[in-house]
């Protein structure tokens, strides 16, 4: 391997800084990987890192797809050249810079293709910042706009009061621009054309790629949209046609920052082209709001409702005179929405005030609840929530599992929340169970604590039934085995343990349990919503005996919880009782994110003769690989999620548990870009049931099919030609049930 290794200092003249970075955006980042995409729109990007005097930072840009030649250059902040590189070792056109810091201070990384402006090469990358020589802590206090925008598509970046321009046609149906924002603002995108045969679209999404703009009235040759941004960060927007061709302009303005506290009244105005103005406010589980809008205007009655971030209404109300009043009751702890409406869409002034009331725990009915004890309750419509109390002292280490009764739908969540109702944690699924469960969760200080045993939707939801509910403290006891593997880490980085066995089943995060006998007992920070103060997972064969043959090992650094850092491990794999493979942090093996550790020990006998077949080796699994082996998505009935095809990814897997007699819809719609979907439906043996590419509404996939068994099930979608296909982009996937299906009629 040819890597030039730069001595600090080295500079050469370079223009102001203005001049060299033409006034882009610069992205903050830390150590570890950033995906992004270079093309004739966007033929580099650049990212600012902090280095201490005698640190050593290692870049890497890999291309990921397409025929992309990575050139990478280091700047210092005074924009001086400290290094530049085209190919790290001959063979290859990946770039690699590794420079030593003389002096603290702010580095910039440009990414780009060789020959920057006249080049013809593009595609995807992976951009590694990898840090040593000084460990500086973590930085966990990290703006949203910080960290680069991550769309399945194609984009140029859009800031307020500039243009950006395009063109929409039958080649190109849509265009992408990307637009940053603080929670709170009142955006405002105009669209301006020409041509008279285009009729366009123009849609503001959110990071889940659901639309929050709605459509004003517009002069001939214009389209305007708006939306009050509910989060900080990055939002797509996503210019279309109906009809037509032709060249566009876009012009993006920050209209007024839109949060609103309670207790305040607020004066607003609507306009002609903005009836409906919208406000972000902050709430606690279980406080009631009181919203008021009042106009001076008695011929106008307004319109007033609160909703969340996904835009599910909580209440509204249109008033009968000139003044409107709705009331709700917050079902989790985060931002809400409030939404004015004139509905004669016409210019005049109002006043908004807000009042919240928090909930008073006291008058609630609250069972009392203490350690290692186990408690049953029903969830129905008409009792939601149940309420348990806990005393707990600093450092103690809870855990808390709630499992639906034998026969019940109920769809189990529960929330952990400190004596004031802030939530601490919250957990949904465990892996594809409808379970839930957190996991020796460190409790802050000495207190009372409530667990809020519930149901998935919590009042809004549907499901209904008994549950059990287990609270216990201290630390996890693995269950013994015939063959166990146990893996433990400091942190809250969501590492995963995964197990192959000679069947080719796979115990996982995803599949708890399989059909010879693979259990995972526990998952810790399972998708870094439920932090665990001392991480283990613990997969187990139960009995004498393991089926004979070869188990694939893996430790998988799946999900960057809170700082991308390096993360040691220790793993311990035992066959009847006996170590056989052990790995600790002594052996100075660690994981950057999206690396796994592979491991192989064979069962040689049924008596549990054994053999270590692979000591361990590190490797980078591909973008596919991680969609494919890391463990499928649970989707349940009447869920929506969305994904991303593109050349690198073009699969992604879903998984449910299914009844016998359920009647069910699939459906895989196409959001972004140009993709043309297919939705396949598969057993827990990975065996197809049924098919579809394109159901009759354009290329959208939709199939409908009877579960025959109940189990697990397994929802695969990818694009026209597969692997080969060309199509690309965002889709919706949606899961429903028909009703009345797999219920059987019994008779006294």
Sequence with gaps: MIIAILSFGAVRPMLAQDDTFDGQSVFRILPGNIEGNINDNTPRWLYSFELAAGQTATIDMITTSGDLDPFLTLYSEQTDVLADNDDAESGTRNSRIIYTADEAGLYIIEATRFEQISGTSAGTYRLSLNLTGIDLGPDTNIDPLSIPPQFGVTFQLLEFEQFGTGRVDGETENQYFVLGGQQGDFVQVVMSYNDDTLTPLLRIRNSELTVISRVTQSEAGTLTVYATLPQTGWYLLDVGRESGAGDFTLYASRIADAVISSGDTLDGQWRR????????????????????????????????????????????????????????IIPRSGPYIIQVRNPEQTA????????????????????????????????S???????????????????????????????????????????????????????????????????????????????????????????????FTPTPGALTVTLTWEGDADLNLFVRSPSGQTVSWSTPQTDDGGILQIDSNTG?????????EHIYWPGATAPVGTYTIWVW????????????????????????????????????PDERYEAA??????????????????????????????????????QTITGTITDEVYALFYQFQGQAGDVISLRAEQITGNLDPIVVLRDA??????????????????LTYEIPETGRYIIAVTRYGLRDGSTTGDFRLSLTREEGSGVTETQD
Excluded: W
């Design 557 to 592: 650094y799946q999900e960057v919880c809170r700082v991308p850092e390096p993360v040691t491990f220790d793993l311990r794999v035992t066959m009847d009782g006996e170590d056989v493979l052990i790995i600790s942090p002594e052996d100075n093996i660690s994981l950057e």
């Design 381 to 475: 419509g008409d009792n939601p929530i149940i309420y348990y109390r806990f005393e707990g002292k600093a450092g103690d280490l809870v855990s808390i599992q709630m499992q639906y009764a034998e026969g019940a739908t109920l769809d189990p969540y529960i929330i952990l929340t400190d004596g004031s109702l802030n939530e601490l944690a919250f957990n949904d699924n465990v892996g594809a169970t409808s379970n839930a469960r957190i996991s020796q969760y460190a409790l802050p200080a000495d207190g009372i604590y409530y667990i809020l045993a519930t149901r998935a939707g919590l009042a809004e939801g549907t499901t209904t039934g008994a549950f059990d509910l287990q609270l216990t403290v201290g630390q």
């Design 273 to 328: 082209d903005t009836p409906e103005i919208s406000y972000i406010f902050n709430a606690t589980i279980g406080d009631r709001v009181f919203v008021t809008a009042t106009t001076e205007n008695s011929a106008i009655q307004p319109e007033v409702a609160v909703y969340d971030l996904a835009l599910n209404e909580l209440a509204s109300r249109q008033a009968t005179d000139n003044e409107a009043r709705v009331r709700a």
């Design 601 to 638: 020990v064979r069962v040689i006998e049924p008596e549990s003769i054994s053999a270590v077949v692979n000591a361990g080796t590190i490797t980078v699994p591909s973008a596919q690989q991680r969609a494919s082996q890391g463990g499928d998505t649970l989707i349940t009935y009447g």
């Design 685 to 702: 043996n990975e065996q197809n049931l049924a098919i579809n590419d394109d159901g009759g509404e354009g290329h959208n996939a939709t």
């Design 348 to 379: 005049d002034t109002f006043a908004l005030n807000l009042r919240r009331i928090p909930l008073d725990i006291n008058k609630l009915k609250v069972e009392n609840a203490a350690y290692n004890k186990n408690f049953k309750g029903t969830i």
């Design 528 to 536: 870094c919503q439920t932090p665990t103060a001392a991480p283990v």
